[in-house]
């Protein structure tokens, strides 16, 4: 019952270094989201799916891109990091969005990443 | 842009009842009020949510008035590990997909 899962846990970029942060779901959700969020702040969103081969912008969404080739995975990717980009990333999905008792996002337990 | 409101910190004894009063601006009319729990360290949890009046679990109640404009988590008895920060996050805007979730309330239970 593995819910959400982030891979990897941590990891040091120096600037301008690329990555790929993986998340995985097992809850066959449709939804699946990525925030950041940085010390004293709440979640930020970066990009979304609302289902498989479709992804869509946040509020956040400059220096990184995301695919969703499969449903039970959501990529984000950073081409070239920068030190504004060190913070804890967190992946989440649901069921269903808006207008619906099942829209409740459940989390991962975070990537940390800090750019050197 | 539909928005909530809540204080940034609270801080309570153990074993009082904690309430957390959460705003809604511009809540859509379809929209339920779900909140969030979040230890340090680890991603937000969902802990309780509702549509009208009142919802009970085993973790928390959650209030609503009949004009939906606010919320009131409730907190039973807390104890040293209900110390987190609390969410109620909104859409921000009709027919938009992100929910967004501000800073929220900092608990601090003290022994």
């Known amino acids: 019952n593995a819910g959400v899962t982030q891979t990897p846990k941590f990891r040091v970029l120096k600037t301008g270094q690329s990555m790929t942060l993986l998340c995985a779901q097992d809850m066959n959700h449709e939804y699946m989201y990525w925030y950041r969020q940085d010390p004293g702040m709440g979640l930020r969103l970066i990009h979304y799916?609302?289902?498989?081969?479709?992804?869509a912008k946040g509020e956040v969404p400059d220096g990184y891109n995301v695919s969703r080739l499969k449903k039970q995975n959501f990529l984000l990717g950073l081409e070239s990091a920068a030190p504004s980009q060190t913070s804890v990333y967190f992946c989440a999905s649901s069921y269903s969005s808006r207008g619906n008792a099942k829209n409740i996002q459940y989390f991962g337990a975070g990537t940390r990443l800090s750019v050197l | 842009l539909a928005k909530t409101t809540q204080p940034i910190s609270m801080d309570s004894y153990e074993g009082q009842e904690v309430n957390i009063t959460c705003s809604h601006n511009n809540i859509a009319t379809n929209d339920y009020i779900t909140w969030y729990q979040q230890f340090p360290s680890q991603g937000p949890r969902f802990i309780i949510q509702g549509y009208k009046t009142k919802v009970t679990n085993e973790v928390a109640s959650l209030f609503i008035p009949a004009d939906r404009k606010s919320s009131t988590l409730s907190l039973p008895r807390v104890s040293l590990s209900d110390t987190a920060v609390y969410y109620c996050?909104?859409?921000?805007?009709?027919?938009?997909?992100?929910?967004?979730f501000g800073k929220g309330t900092k608990l601090s239970v003290i022994p």
């Open positions: 799916s609302v289902g498989e081969g479709t992804t």
């Open positions: 996050p909104a859409y921000s805007g009709a027919g938009s997909y992100q929910l967004t």
